[in-house]
């Protein structure tokens, strides 16, 4: 009798196994299908979203929340902007004209003085009696041209008489006239003395601010000393030295050569505090060929002396002022392949794309030449989801508060937790 048929167990396990496999594929291929299938969500107004999805995604007609400003006529003042250098007008290193003892410092350092107030003051004995020696040798040459000149009377009267030679007359006539040579002589030599004694006082020669003493009390001085006493420098008025580019020069000129006073700010090294309001005075006379601008010097009064001989300052020279300019803030203004552009706010709520041709800047605002008109709305806030005829809502201040992902700013409904629901989920979670 024969045994019925049965599959080997090695067989009927390789077909479970294959199975299996086919089953892990398909779970799997079903994990993947829900991962990769875009999750539909319920925005809070009930329009259908995508969560994840590109710009524009959430609502073909939902509206794009943003800022805007309202481009308005102003005055736009055109400052031409420079590094400058405050420079003293005057700069004078006070040397001594003699040489000898310091006896006296009458002076404190950084003190203001005038032209002409004692600085110094050098041992003045040695001059003293240089100036008594000349004018001794002044007094003998003068008794000496009286006497030849009374003698010269006795001669031509006895010429006259016939008593005496011509030539004995004009002997005596070249010695008056010698020793009335000599008397000048003597007379230099007494004014020279004087002017040694008088440069013993050491005197400010112009009138400034003193900086730090070079030389003690009781040191020997010379004129060849080439450190000096002091330096005086003239700060009130006082020079700032800057430059502009020569592209720039023509506007200069043109409101220079009308008589026109420009006026010029200078600014702290960090840009920001106004420091001293002057003037423009001069420029150079030609242009540095090495970097291609050209010196300007302004004048301020510096009557509280904010302004530091050396200091670095940051210059704007106000070139022209252009009124009823239309302006808008810099931030409205975007870069793109084709120039400046703006996102213009049209009444119907759309975005127009519009390229406009930007003036000067001041502060935060710009002058628009072309391209925009006083009144209209441009975008300064969001503008990087905006494409041309994109809907928009443009927000306020109170409503930009609100986050954006509530969905109160992209078509209204209740932000989670204003009416306690979700606190009270979070307070009390299911079991």
């Known amino acids: ?41 319920t925005a809070p107004g009930g329009r259908p979203g995508m969560r994840g999805g590109p710009p524009g995604a959430m609502g073909m007609n939902m509206p794009i929340p943003v800022k805007a400003a309202t481009a308005r006529a102003q005055d736009m003042p055109i400052y031409l902007q420079s590094l400058g250098t405050v ?20 002076f404190d350092e950084g003190q203001r003085v005038k032209a002409g107030d004692l600085l110094a003051q050098i041992d003045p004995r040695a001059f003293e009696v240089a100036l008594a020696q000349a004018q001794g040798t002044q007094q003998q040459n003068v008794a000496q041209l009286e006497n030849a000149r009374r003698d010269l009377q006795r001669y031509q009267t006895l010429f006259k008489q016939d008593s005496i030679a011509r030539q004995q007359v004009d002997t005596q006539l070249a010695l008056v006239r010698q020793y009335e040579g000599t008397l000048k002589s003597d007379q230099a030599a007494v004014n020279s003395a004087k002017l040694q004694l008088d440069y013993a006082r050491i005197t400010a020669p112009i009138s400034g601010r003193l900086g730090l003493r ?28 800057f430059t502009i580019p020569e592209t720039q020069l023509p506007e200069v000129l043109k409101q220079l050569r009308s008589g026109a006073t420009l006026l010029v700010d200078a600014y702290d090294r960090a840009n920001t505090r106004k420091v001293a309001s002057g003037t423009l ?3 150079d006379n030609q242009i540095d060929v090495a970097t291609g601008t050209v010196k300007l010097k302004a004048r301020f009064e510096n009557a509280d002396e904010s302004l530091f001989p050396n200091q670095f300052v ?32 049209k009444a119907d709520n759309t975005i127009e794309v519009r390229t ?37 809502q443009v927000m306020t201040d109170a ?6 992902a509530t969905g109160n700013a992209l078509g209204g409904g209740t932000p989670p937790g ?5 606190t009270q989920r979070r307070r009390n979670p299911a079991p």
């Open 214 to 241: 070079q030389v003690d009390v009781g040191n020997l001085i010379a004129s060849s000393d080439t450190a000096g006493l002091v330096v005086i420098t003239q700060t009130q008025p006082i020079a700032v030295m």
């Open 87 to 106: 420079t003293a007008y005057n700069t004078v290193t006070v040397r001594s004209r003699v040489g000898g003892e310091l006896v006296k410092v009458a």
């Open 314 to 345: 940051n210059m704007r020279l106000l070139v022209q002022t252009r009124e009823n300019a239309t302006a808008i803030p810099t931030v409205a203004v975007q870069q793109g392949a084709t120039g400046a552009f703006v996102f213009v706010v």
């Open 399 to 404: 409503a930009a508060a609100i986050p954006a």
């Open 281 to 283: 005075e001069t420029l």
């Open 1 to 41: 009798m024969s045994q019925p048929h049965s599959s080997p167990p090695r067989s009927r396990w390789t077909r479970t196994r294959i199975a299996g496999l086919i089953v892990l594929l398909l779970v799997a291929a079903g994990v993947v299908w829900f991962l990769m299938k875009p999750a539909a969500t």
């Open 418 to 422: 204003a009416d306690g629901s979700t």
């Open 356 to 392: 406009v041709e930007l003036g000067p800047i001041y502060n935060d605002m710009v002058a628009v030449n072309k391209g925009l008109n006083v009144g209209e709305v441009v975008v300064t806030e969001g503008t990087d989801r905006l494409r041309n005829e994109s809907k928009v």
